[in-house]
């Protein structure tokens, strides 16, 4: 399992019970945000797919394709997962 940020930004070996996604937390205030994390938490592949799911959409669709880095991450991304999966199961996003 890979998880991508919206600018198709991940690692690039899947997440796992020894290799955990780091999530940091930043507080939101009224008038601005933190610049730091504030926290963070680990997840394995089971506590990524224990997450809910609010809607599905395709991959291309979820990264965002504009500017030559962000199209080089999404076409990095959509040769990986091309050769293990459909793009279709490893599109599932929390939104």
Do not use: H
């Not at 955990?20 to 994390?37: H, I, N």
């Not at 880095?69 to 490893?90: C, I, T």
Request: charged residues 30%; proline residues 5%; hydrophobic residues 40%.
């Amino acid at each position: 399992m890979f998880v991508l940020d919206t600018e198709g930004v991940g690692k690039s070996s899947p997440i796992s019970k020894k290799n955990r996604l780091l999530v940091d937390f930043y507080a939101v205030y009224d008038d601005s945000e933190s610049a730091v994390p504030d926290g963070c938490i680990e997840l394995d592949d089971e506590d990524v797919l224990g997450l809910p799911v609010k809607n599905e959409i395709p991959l291309e669709k979820f990264v965002r394709q504009f500017g030559n880095r962000l199209e080089m991450n999404f076409g990095d991304w959509y040769l990986l997962l091309k050769k293990s999966k459909p793009l279709q199961e490893v599109a599932n996003v929390c939104k």
